[in-house]
């Protein structure tokens, strides 16, 4: 429908009453690194992308839960720079408890290679995105259960059909809202 940015709020509720709340932005004029004056044949790979990307889990009082990933360059300028703020490798997770009512530490910080602590980026490994997509591809096509299974995506893909149905209600004049059963 030739989005640009997005911005939408969805409220989870069950007989009547709200749940919770998911507010997400997915922006493409956000930061990034391109610098042409005219657009080049490919405008997605290799002319300036730079993931930067936040997901904020609020758990009422109990624990709030950070991922960040923040590149400041390209994947063509693959080097040595590590998995820190900025390298291509970026990943962290920051778990802040409230321990008065769950117990555990009050904050732990989590790195990419905590998670998958035997990888070196410095030997020529592709990424860990790019070796993620390898692994449901090949599962995929050995027809195997893999780690992402396209069944498994049922709420995500009735989540972009109903912000679609309302980009579609706003551009038409109507109040931009969209309803579905899980």
Request: aromatic share 8%; hydrophobic share 35%; charged share 20%.
């Amino acid at each position: 429908m030739g989005e640009v940015d997005y911005y939408g709020t969805l409220a989870l509720k069950k007989d009547g009453r709200t749940l919770t709340h998911c507010q997400f932005t997915l922006l493409q004029n956000g930061f990034s690194r391109r610098s042409w004056d005219a657009l080049p044949a490919d405008t997605y790979k290799g002319n300036g992308r730079v993931r930067h990307e936040r997901v904020n889990i609020q758990l009422g009082p109990l624990a709030n839960i950070q991922v960040h990933s923040y590149q400041a360059k390209e994947v063509k300028e693959r080097g040595t720079d590590g998995d820190g703020v900025g390298s291509l490798e970026h990943f962290d997770i920051h778990i802040f408890r409230n321990t008065s009512l769950i117990g555990g530490q009050p904050v732990q910080s989590l790195t990419i290679r905590d998670i998958v602590p035997d990888t070196d980026v410095n030997t020529g490994f592709i990424g860990y995105n790019e070796h993620a997509r390898e692994q449901c591809l090949l599962s995929f096509l050995s027809g195997e259960e893999g780690p992402s299974d396209l069944s498994s995506h049922k709420m995500g893909i009735q989540i972009m059909r109903a912000a679609y149905e309302g980009m579609n209600a706003a551009q038409n004049g109507h109040i931009p809202v969209s309803a579905f059963a899980l």
